[in-house]
Every structure is written in C-alpha cells, then in structure tokens.
T-cell receptor, first 115, second 115 residues
Framework: AQTVTQSQPEMSVQEAETVTLSCTYD???????LFWYKQPPSRQMILVIR??????QNATENRFSVNFQKAAKSFSLKISDSQLGDAAMYFC????????????FGGGTRLMVKP | KAGVTQTPRYLIKTRGQQVTLSCSPI?????VSWYQQTPGQGLQFLFE???????NKGNFPGRFSGRQFSNSRSEMNVSTLELGDSALYLC??????????????FGSGTRLTVV
C-alpha cells in the first residue's frame, strides 16, 4: 500500500513569485510514476506534471517543475511566476507501474495567489 | 478532441435508492477509473476497468459496482444509498500499455447528494 503526505494544507503566494508545494510518499515498489494534479474551483482535475521514477532528471512543464528525491521519497512541485489562474487545490499522486493506472492521492494543498 | 464526459453533473437521491452514473472516456482510451471525493476522506479509488474487465478495485463495500462496455464507456452503480455516499464522483480515462502509466484525464464529476 502507498501513503502520500502533503504537509501544507494551505499556501499563499504573491502573483509573479515562486512557490513550492511539498509531497512525501511511501512505497515498496521500485518502478512507479509520480503526478501532480490541479483542481480549480470548477472541480475538474487537470494533470500538471508527470515524473517517471526511473529517470533522475526532474520533469518540467513551462512554469511548473519538480524536485524529485527518490531516496528520500520526496516529490515537490515548484511553480514559478505564479499567476492568478494557478489558484487551486494541488494533489500529489504516485502510481505503480505494471498495475494499471490506479493512483493514491495525497490530501491536497490549497494554493491561494494574491494579486 | 472531446474530453471525458460524465453525466449527470448533479444528482439528488433519497436514502435507500440506487443510482447509476455514466462516463464516456476520451476516444482511444480503453482504461476508465472511478474515484470518490469527499471533504473528509479526500480522493479514494473505487475501481478501474480496462477492455470491459475490472482490473483494480478499491476498498469500498459491494454496494458500489461498475462495468465497462465494448465502446469503453463505463457506468458505476451505487445501491441502497446512504447519507455518507454524498460525494463528488470523478471518472478518469487513460491511455495504457502494460507498464506505462500516462496519467489520467478527468471528467468534471457528478455531484451526488443523498438526503
């Protein structure tokens, strides 16, 4: 079984600044994937970024990047140049390879962006 | 390209009734998963279907069931509704190969209220 901890229930960032959301997980699997999802008030979950655990290089998608520390089982999300539209709940989710697409979600971090 | 379509968007049911929720995945996606989202428990995995077969199942009572049709559309059914079944039910579809987890595309969800 996997457990996922997002230790920051809420975070706030000034528009145009940088913010980092933390996530730690526990898994006994060696081959897995890690995801960050965003859920704005419209409630539709949107994939932000995906990391393959066997790759040492950290994933990047435009203003979004991750700091993946496999040994520490840490997977933080950095948002640069924050925009008002980034305000949402953010969920971290690992998923095991070779086991379908099931993901275990953390409790989420609510990000507020101040103009 | 059409997204994941869930119907209905909102539903109000009475305790003891049953309900059926529908999900049409993205064209070409053969994997469909269902999640329950509540403020107290967060996002919890219900089940995953692939090629009309249940591939994974979460820890929910037998009142929760699902199925997938040959066109990959999926339905989930909840019988003998309880107040605690009030939640946002999210459907997600995914490309899948045996090993690779590409992540989900989510629908907008069905908000079920049991009174």
């Amino acid at each position: 079984a996997q457990t996922v901890t997002q230790s920051q229930p809420e975070m706030s960032v000034q528009e145009a600044e940088t913010v980092t959301l933390s996530c730690t997980y526990d898994t006994s699997e060696s081959d897995y994937y890690l995801f960050w999802y965003k859920q704005p008030p419209s409630r539709q979950m949107i994939l932000v970024i995906r990391q393959e655990a066997y790759k040492q290089q950290n994933a990047t998608e435009n203003r979004f990047s991750v700091n993946f520390q496999k040994a520490a089982k840490s997977f933080s999300l950095k948002i640069s140049d924050s925009q008002l539209g980034d305000a949402a709940m953010y969920f971290c989710a690992p998923g095991v390879a070779n086991a379908g697409n099931m993901l275990t979600f953390g409790g989420g971090t609510r990000l507020m962006v101040k103009p | 390209k059409a997204g994941v379509t869930q119907t209905p968007r909102y539903l109000i049911k009475t305790r003891g009734q049953q309900v059926t929720l529908s999900c049409s995945p993205i064209s070409g996606h053969r994997s469909v998963s269902w999640y329950q989202q509540t403020p107290g428990q967060g996002l919890q995995f219900l089940f995953e279907y692939f090629s009309e077969t249940q591939r994974n199942k979460g820890n929910f009572p037998g009142r929760f069931s699902g199925r997938q049709f040959s066109n990959s559309r999926s339905e989930m059914n909840v019988s003998t509704l309880e107040l605690g079944d009030s939640a946002l039910y999210l459907c997600a579809s995914s490309l899948t190969t045996g090993r690779i987890n590409y992540g989900y595309t989510f629908g907008s969800g069905t908000r079920l209220t049991v009174v």
